[in-house]
């Protein structure tokens, strides 16, 4: 049999090994988040284990940033990298404890599938043949990657201008698979939609915020521990250059529509975070978030419009958090869209969970609810 090696030198990797001498009781410790408290992410890959039983209990899980997400959740795994399945997984006395008999000697389990930094380039490598598509480079990350946007569609005076940003949450991995659709979809010459809203407006799009975290297998933070989407009051090109130099560009831009998307922890469901209880949000605004919910769920049935975060969430945060500043800065619709990493409980997938395909599937069917929100903000000018 097989001597068993647990690793996470790799892009994205995160564990610490205990003890892997058995398969019935291999013990891992999530690492921390580089120069911070957060943690919840691993992405860890096992050789010479198949056919063997295994057993692996996380035994830091407990002390995890968001352990109430552990409840009724499941591990993914992957022979590929490519095609991720859920494993069975229990949170008890502090520890997650994943099991799984592999049918192959090397096998990856991950938080939530993970989006390597070599898609990532291969995405925006792939956006560039497009002659819809230009595309620069905004400024360098702390460990020096780029941070890179893409301007899709022509900007011209009074053409209403759009926001995308993506994994501000290194570790909420889904948010770049729904970028990735979104973008897929506007790339699609054949999406009579897709032309259209790119007709009527520009978008510039930064699929990944934070490299260096996704990079160093963090939860939360770039390389320095610095939350970013925390950062949107007064950013530094010190501690969250991937911050100052998109406000930046915004400022050049300006915003008429903003998303910024994520993935939460605890809750599972697809939902919106708009504006809803910031004191200087007009009316008017508030009902184009809205209204942009029931269109996005009359466009995709996994997403729903009961669930979400109350108003007044974030307290004395607000302004620092992405949404809020450039709803406030351009007094326009911002809002965060928010997807499960477990599973959305409506529409539940035994095999897969919430998944990298869902997740494309959401960032596609944005454009229906954009093309619907153009048509009444020029209704309105």
Not at 11 to 29: K, T, Y
């Amino acid at each position: 049999m097989s001597r068993i090696q647990i690793s996470a030198a790799f892009d994205s990797g995160n564990i610490e090994v205990v003890d892997a001498d058995r398969a019935d009781d291999i013990q891992l410790r999530i690492r921390i988040d580089n120069g911070s408290t957060f943690f919840q992410w691993f992405h860890f890959r096992a050789l010479g284990v198949r056919g063997q039983p295994l057993r692996m209990r996380l035994t830091n899980a407990g002390e995890a940033s968001y352990s109430a997400g552990w409840e009724g959740y499941r591990a993914v795994a992957s022979y590929d990298r490519e095609h991720w399945f859920r494993v069975p997984t229990q949170y008890a006395d502090g520890e997650l404890v994943i099991e799984h008999q592999p049918e192959h000697d090397a096998v990856d389990y991950a938080y939530f599938a993970p989006y390597s930094h070599e898609r990532h380039l291969n995405l925006i490598a792939r956006a560039g043949l497009s002659e819809r598509v230009r595309i620069e480079s905004l400024g360098q990350s702390l460990d020096g990657c780029d941070i890179e946007l893409l301007q899709i569609g022509e900007a011209a005076p009074g053409r209403p201008v759009i926001w995308v940003t993506a994994r501000q949450h290194p570790g909420e991995t889904m948010a770049e698979w729904c970028a990735e659709g979104l973008l897929t979809r506007l790339l699609d010459r054949h999406d009579a939609q897709a032309r259209r809203l790119l007709e009527q407006a520009v978008i510039y799009m930064v699929p990944n915020m934070n490299p260096d975290g996704s990079v160093r297998g963090h939860l939360r933070t770039n390389a320095i521990g610095v939350n970013l989407n925390r950062e949107w009051q007064m950013p530094s090109l010190e501690r969250s250059p991937e911050v100052y130099c998109v406000r930046q560009r915004m400022e050049q831009t300006g915003v008429d529509l903003y998303f910024d998307l994520h993935g939460d922890e605890v809750l599972p469901c697809n939902f919106i975070s708009g504006q809803a209880g910031a004191p200087w949000v007009e009316e008017s605004v508030l009902e184009q978030e809205a209204q942009f919910g029931r269109d996005l769920q009359a466009a995709n049935a996994d997403f729903q419009l009961e669930r979400g975060y109350p108003p007044g969430k974030f307290g004395a945060e607000t302004m620092t958090i992405a949404a809020f500043w450039v709803g406030r800065r351009f007094n326009c619709p911002a809002m965060t869209l928010e997807m499960p990493f477990i599973d959305f409980d409506l529409q539940p997938d035994a095999l897969q969970g919430w998944s990298p395909e869902r997740s494309q599937r959401l960032g596609a069917s944005l454009i229906e609810p954009t093309l619907a929100w153009l048509g009444r903000s020029l209704h309105r000018s």
